[in-house]
């Protein structure tokens, strides 16, 4: 039997995380997203954010920026806003090889 091969997990490109129309979507922690900026001077751009918190008890979802702000969002304007979204990324685990040039088979 040949070995399993090694593969590394699957980068995240706009490509990848195009929105489905129609798709129900429920934001999960660490999950990255491109949101719609809103108000006089950030309507008409696009950022970039990371899930870090999701509150069921009041239906809000805090997020992330890449300049490394926060802000808290109602869940249903956060679906409203975003625009491109991918899966929460893979991480390794202690017990896998840092890549797959060090796996030994």
Do not use: N
Not at 17 to 27: F, I, K, L, Q, T
């Amino acid at each position: 039997d040949d070995p399993a091969p090694c593969v590394a997990p699957a980068a995240i490109t706009s490509s990848s995380v195009a929105a489905v129309e129609g798709e129900s979507w429920r934001p999960t922690l660490g999950q990255h997203v491109y949101i719609s900026g809103t108000g006089k001077w950030w309507e008409g751009h696009h950022f970039g954010a990371v899930i870090v918190d999701v509150r069921d008890s009041d239906q809000t979802v805090k997020v992330r920026y890449t300049d490394g702000g926060f802000k808290r969002f109602k869940s249903e304007e956060l679906r409203a806003l975003v625009t491109e979204k991918a899966g929460t990324p893979q991480m390794w685990e202690e017990w896998t090889a840092s890549s797959c040039e060090d796996q030994k088979t």
